[in-house]
């Protein structure tokens, strides 16, 4: 059935991809038999975030015998985040799957998935890293590192190890909809919703094939969105290094008027010069904290899309895309 039949789809499974010009063979051959053998119309909704290779050549290629196949062009790289904002807000599905094109969320569990949401009446199951074995041991001490710090910071309703594979309701789709933020951060958004939940867990697979799109610097920027989105420790700890670093200055103050009653002016350069470097320090990382906080209110008022799409293959029919509380309205029939 075609993806264009709206509610009649009961699943729609969001792809965002960018550079997956290797890895999209082998998802294809994964991915359709895995939803073919559910037996549910169903729709793939394909987010190719402004690739440079052949990914969208591969994706109209495939869209030529997979009918069930949408591909949603993005008009630049937006970012993985902002991909799958594009890919929910299009779905049409009574459930939606999120899934990453890289093979190491296996499309075979979405089956499970769906079943638990309909047995157990869930609104969210969350895809579960049980073994991460195929990471290198950077990248599971640093993934441990970021769930422990969030669940501190936001709460322990934030399932350990459950990334962007997901499964929603319908209801759960329309609330992240409804949601302002413009920094998408959906392992962190979903929970803190609060809809009835579950697990299924899995086996991390290694990369079918090409690089990851999540280098360190990439990683770092998406702890720091977590961060400032969900959580105003950071203020806080600006506050405390304000009044640890006012008592110093108290301390060195008595330090120095007895080194000058003494006599004894000069021993005490070093500690007036760590001293000021101390300070220095600590004004600037509490600056560097306002201004994390201060740069999202700046790109909230600015009310810039997310994202904004270039090419859709449903072009015949006019969604809202872009920051969730604007509701534009456009789509590019190129």
């Known amino acids: 059935m075609s993806p264009a039949a709206g509610p009649a789809v009961t699943l729609s499974v969001v792809v965002p991809m960018y550079n997956e010009e290797d890895a999209l063979p082998a998802l294809a051959a994964r991915l359709r038999p895995a939803l073919d053998g559910i037996g549910e119309p169903y729709e793939v909704v394909a987010v190719d975030d402004g690739s440079a290779d052949g990914t969208a050549r591969l994706l109209a290629d495939l869209r030529t015998d997979w009918p069930q196949l949408r591909v949603v062009g993005l008009r630049r790289n937006y970012g993985h985040q902002a991909a799958l904002t594009a890919g929910l807000h299009r779905a049409v599905g009574a459930y939606v799957a999120s899934i990453d094109a890289d093979l190491q969320d296996p499309p075979e569990k979405i089956a499970e998935m769906l079943a638990l949401a309909r047995r157990d009446r869930l609104d969210v199951v969350y895809g579960i890293r049980e073994d991460r074995s195929s990471d290198s041991g950077f990248k599971r001490r640093t993934a441990g590192g970021y769930y422990w710090l969030m669940r501190r910071l936001t709460g322990p309703q934030l399932p350990a190890q459950a990334g962007d594979f997901r499964l929603l309701s319908r209801a759960a789709v329309e609330a992240v909809k409804d949601l302002p933020d413009q920094q998408q951060v959906y392992r962190l958004l979903v929970p803190w919703l609060g809809f009835p939940s579950g697990r299924v867990r899995y086996t991390r697979e290694e990369r079918v094939a090409g690089r990851t799109k999540y280098p360190v610097t990439k990683m770092v920027r998406l702890a720091l969105d977590s961060i400032t989105g969900f ?104």
């Open 231 to 334: 959580s105003a420790a950071p203020l806080r700890l600006a506050t405390w290094l304000g009044l640890v670093s006012f008592l110093i200055c108290l301390g060195l103050l008595a330090f120095s008027v007895t080194a000058y009653v003494s006599g004894h002016t000069v021993p005490g350069w070093t500690s007036l010069f760590v001293g000021m470097l101390f300070l220095g320090a600590v004004q600037l990382l509490c600056v560097g904290l306002l201004g994390e906080y201060i740069g999202r209110i700046y790109t909230a008022v600015q009310h810039r899309p997310t994202y904004y799409v270039g090419t859709d293959s449903n072009s015949g029919r006019t969604v809202s895309h872009g920051t969730p509380g604007l509701r534009s309205e456009h789509v590019d029939s190129r």
